[in-house]
Antibody, heavy 118, light 110 residues
């Protein structure tokens, strides 16, 4: 059974930084693309970033480009989202998802909550 | 990054059929198709259909996806109370190399 467990969400002040983690199990991790998707309060799903299988390709939404960095460690089945220069509009529930490079949203974690507020 | 277009809400009766639409362009839906997700609040989204319109294991046959040109559709037959949820489509935008989502459709089962 595939399991994705996000962590690292917290309350942070505007301009601050946070690092989200996603621990994966039950899959051949290096063969899977990993994606971060967020949902702000009372809003729809928004794609944030993705990293291809075997680390091929890094992709970012315009809204986070230059502020967020996605990375992965295939030895430890982990993916991270380093979030810098956080803004109030980054407040959201952040989900980690896994799938193939062409269908990357097969499996989802429960999410971790990020709140950016002073 | 423009998103995909979905109707904000659809209401249908118990046992009826609902068809949800998702309109993009030739660089996203029209190029590589769209996936469909079901989202009950308080739970993670669930994949209903991949971009080839195939259902993952465990997804009811009542859910079927299709595509015509730049528009993807999700048809849900024999509506049940548990089908009441938000439904999202998503596609890869090949020119910009980003993933786009629709705004979501809230399905109400009367």
């Amino acid at each position: 059974e595939v399991q994705l467990l996000e962590s690292g969400g917290d309350l942070v002040q505007p301009g601050g930084s946070l690092r989200l983690s996603c621990a994966a199990s039950g899959l051949s991790f290096s063969s899977y693309a990993m994606t971060w998707v967020r949902q702000a309060p009372a809003k729809g799903l928004e794609w944030v970033s993705a990293i291809g299988s075997h680390g091929r390709g890094l992709y970012y939404a315009d809204s986070v480009k230059g502020r967020f960095t996605i990375s992965r460690d295939n030895s430890n089945n982990m993916v991270w989202l380093q979030m810098n220069s956080l803004r109030a509009e980054d407040t959201a529930l952040y989900y980690c998802a896994a799938g193939s490079d062409t269908d990357p949203l097969d499996f989802w974690g429960q999410g971790t909550l990020v709140t950016v507020s002073s | 990054q423009a998103g995909l277009t979905q109707p904000p809400s659809v209401s249908k009766g118990l046992g009826q059929t609902a068809t949800l639409t998702c309109t993009g362009n030739s660089n996203d839906v029209g190029d590589r198709g769209a996936v469909w997700l079901q989202h009950h609040q308080g739970h993670p989204p669930k994949l209903l259909s991949d971009r080839h319109n195939n259902r993952p294991s465990g997804i009811s046959e009542r859910f079927s996806a299709s595509r015509s040109g730049n528009t993807a559709s999700l048809t849900i037959t024999g509506l049940q109370p548990e089908d009441e949820a938000d439904y999202y489509c998503s596609a890869w935008e090949s020119r910009l190399e980003v993933r786009v989502f629709g705004g979501g459709t809230k399905l109400t089962v009367l």
